[in-house]
């Protein structure tokens, strides 16, 4: 199983500069790099300092500047934001300012708040629509010309200018209904899955959800599939537990963006009172100290070696958490050091 990196650049307070929270970005995937990871994933977001990222590909064409190996993704863009011939020569630019080295990660979005402001009455049907009717044609316009007459876009004859470093970049698509698996097998992509909070249950129903994918669909060759957790390596019983209550008021806060009902402030959410995160007790510390993974370096080795057992490909090390930045390295220090040599 191979192990990547899952970053933002992530604010929750006036004080913190942008410019300090993109040299802690490039630190974190300098030592994802130095460590063996196989990949950097940086995904795409407007308007909320909860997670700021409104181009993915200018931080990882910095990135492909500071790094040498790893490998550099978007985890991922959202296909309702972009133009098929503009994402097509945008990531093909940016393949060759990394030197053959991204891979290109779809999704249809998720936030309404998003939604809002960027494509006014968009609905998650129809951003899905948009994005199984785009990810066909970036292979073909990365070939060579191509004309277009769909339900969202229609363009004369046209190709990607310029051309990637790559013969074809490497696609994948954040999937978790059965019909979405489906999709992305059919169309040779990898898949990207999270349970988020839920669990290990949902993880082997993500598992399975994909090898039914594959069954489907056995004319077609075996993509890979991505699991993207929460993940939270500590020193002692009691760093966990630290970690387990910043993990409960991430997820608060994930919640409260989620919904969009907060009144929001220059990108900032209105703070979420002891009380009103007391009120969601799916993502209290305890729960989340069981659904997320967090612990010392033996309990995380168990619970990676029964994901890999499921068949996964790859495990993504999410690391946004509002946590402190030096907290956030010494975890990501100790996974490194102490839990992916169990898997060489």
């Given amino acids: 199983m191979k192990f990547s990196l899952f970053v933002h650049m992530e ?19 300098l030592i994802a790099e130095a460590g063996g990871m196989e990949t950097a994933w940086i995904g795409e977001h407007h308007c909320m300092e909860f997670t700021i990222a409104p181009n993915p590909f200018i931080n990882i064409a910095h990135l492909g500047a500071r790094t040498q190996r790893i490998r ?9 934001f972009w133009h098929p011939l503009r994402l097509a020569g945008e990531a093909a630019m940016t393949d060759l300012a990394t030197g053959g080295r991204l891979d290109l990660g779809i999704a249809r979005g998720a936030y309404a708040f998003e939604y809002e402001r ?5 609905n998650a049907w129809d951003a899905g629509q948009k994005m199984r009717e785009m990810v066909p044609l970036l292979p073909k316009l990365w070939e ?14 046209s190709t990607s200018v310029p051309k990637p470093a790559q013969k074809q970049i490497p696609l994948w698509i954040a999937a978790r209904d059965p019909n979405s698996h489906a999709y992305a097998v059919a ?18 129903s993500l598992a399975q959800r994909f090898d039914d994918a594959c069954k489907q669909h056995s004319d077609v060759p075996r993509p890979e599939v991505m699991l993207l957790m ?16 910043e993990f409960s008021r991430f997820y608060c806060y994930f919640d409260a963006w989620f919904k969009n009902q907060r009144t929001i402030t220059n990108g900032l959410i209105e703070n979420l009172s002891d009380e009103e995160m007391a009120e969601l007790p799916r993502y209290a510390p305890d729960l989340l100290k069981k659904n997320l993974v967090i612990g010392t370096p033996d309990e995380v080795i168990a619970r990676l070696k029964s994901y890999e057992a499921m068949g996964y490909d790859q495990y ?17 220090e100790r996974f490194i050091r102490d839990v992916m040599p169990a898997f060489s």
């Fill in 230 to 245: 929460h993940t939270y390596v500590g020193d002692s019983d009691t760093d966990t537990e630290q970690a387990s209550r």
């Fill in 11 to 29: 604010r929750f307070a006036p004080s913190q500069t942008h410019a300090e929270l993109f040299e802690q970005l490039e630190e974190l995937v």
């Fill in 118 to 122: 960027l494509s006014p009455g968009l």
């Fill in 144 to 157: 060579g010309d191509v004309t277009h007459e769909g339900e969202f876009w229609q363009f004369p004859k």
């Fill in 72 to 80: 550099l993704g978007t985890g991922t863009v959202i296909a309702p």
């Fill in 316 to 332: 993504s090390f999410w690391i946004d958490s509002l946590m402190p930045f030096e907290r956030k390295k010494a975890s990501l």
């Fill in 187 to 204: 169309n040779g992509c990898n898949v990207q899955v999270t349970p988020l909070a839920s669990g290990d249950e949902e993880v082997k």
